[in-house]
T-cell receptor
Framework: NAGVTQTPKFQVLKTGQSMTLQCAQD?????MYWYRQDPGMGLRLIYY???????DKGEVPNGYNVSRLNKREFSLRLESAAPSQTSVYFC?????????????FGDGTRLSIL | DQQVKQNSPSLSVQEGRISILNCDYT??????FLWYKKYPAEGPTFLIS?????DKNEDGRFTVFLNKSAKHLSLHIVPSQPGDSAVYFCAALSNYGGATNKLIFGTGTLLAVQP
C-alpha cells in the first residue's frame, strides 16, 4: 500500500524556470493538500482540494497553481520559480472530516531554486 | 501571526523517562487538535488527536491533554524510547467535520531520547 506518492524527491531549478510537482494517493481520499515546510515555520498550507474538481487557496498560495487531475492526483505548479520558493513540499490526503480521518503525508519533494 | 505555537525547539530526555511536549494556541475557534511525528527525509505521520469536548486522550504510551481555558495542550510519552526521537508537530483545525480539514501547524519540537 503506497499511500501518498510524490515525484520527484529532489529538484534543483534556476530562477524563472517552471516545474510541476506530482502527487498521487491510492486511499480513495476525497481531499488533498499541498504544504511547504521551511526552517522555523512549521508546515504551511499552499492549496487544497476538498474534492475532485475543486481547489482553494490556503495560507501561502502566491506563486503557485494547482490542478486536481482526478480523484487520485493533485499537482502543484511553479510557473516562474523564485529563490523564496526553495523549500520542502509535502502533499497530503484525507477522507471526510466527520469520520475522524487524519491527513496522510507523502515523503516530500526537496526543491532548491538558485 | 502564529496561531499554534511550540515554544521549545528541542527537548532531550533519558530513555525510560517521561517526555512532555507543549503547544499553545490563540484561536478559540479551534475544535480539534492533532500531533504528528516526523523523521528526517520522511513525511509527517499522525500520532494522536483530541477533540475540544475532551480534556484527555490516551493511546498506549502517548497521552494528549487539553486545557481549553489556557489554550494549551501537551503530549506525554511514557516511557520514552530512542525510537521516539523525531520532530513533533502540534496541529489544530476549526470546523472539524467539514468537507476539508485545513490544519494549522506549529513550528515543531525536536525530541531526542538518550539511551
Amino acid at each position: 500500500n503506497a499511500g501518498v506518492t510524490q515525484t520527484p524527491k529532489f529538484q534543483v531549478l534556476k530562477t524563472g524556470q517552471s516545474m510541476t510537482l506530482q502527487c498521487a494517493q491510492d486511499m480513495n481520499h476525497n481531499s488533498m493538500y499541498w504544504y511547504r515546510q521551511d526552517p522555523g515555520m512549521g508546515l504551511r498550507l499552499i492549496y487544497y482540494s476538498a474534492s475532485e474538481g475543486t481547489t482553494d487557496k490556503g495560507e501561502v498560495p502566491n506563486g503557485y497553481n494547482v490542478s486536481r487531475l482526478n480523484k487520485r492526483e493533485f499537482s502543484l505548479r511553479l510557473e516562474s520559480a523564485a529563490p523564496s520558493q526553495t523549500s520542502v513540499y509535502f502533499c497530503a490526503s484525507s477522507g471526510l472530516g466527520y469520520i475522524n480521518q487524519p491527513q496522510h503525508f507523502g515523503d516530500g519533494t526537496r526543491l532548491s531554486i538558485l | 501571526d502564529q496561531q499554534v505555537k511550540q515554544n521549545s525547539p528541542s527537548l532531550s530526555v533519558q530513555e525510560g523517562r517521561i517526555s512532555i511536549l507543549n503547544c499553545d494556541y490563540t484561536n478559540s475557534m479551534f475544535d480539534y487538535f492533532l500531533w504528528y511525528k516526523k523523521y528526517p527525509a520522511e513525511g509527517p505521520t499522525f500520532l494522536i488527536s483530541i477533540s475540544s469536548i475532551k480534556d484527555k486522550n490516551e493511546d498506549g504510551r502517548f497521552t494528549v491533554f487539553l486545557n481549553k481555558s489556557a489554550k494549551h495542550l501537551s503530549l506525554h510519552i511514557v516511557p520514552s524510547q530512542p525510537g521516539d526521537s523525531a520532530v513533533y508537530f502540534c496541529a489544530a483545525l476549526s470546523n472539524y467535520g467539514g468537507a476539508t480539514n485545513k490544519l494549522i501547524f506549529g513550528t515543531g519540537t525536536l525530541l531526542a531520547v538518550q539511551p
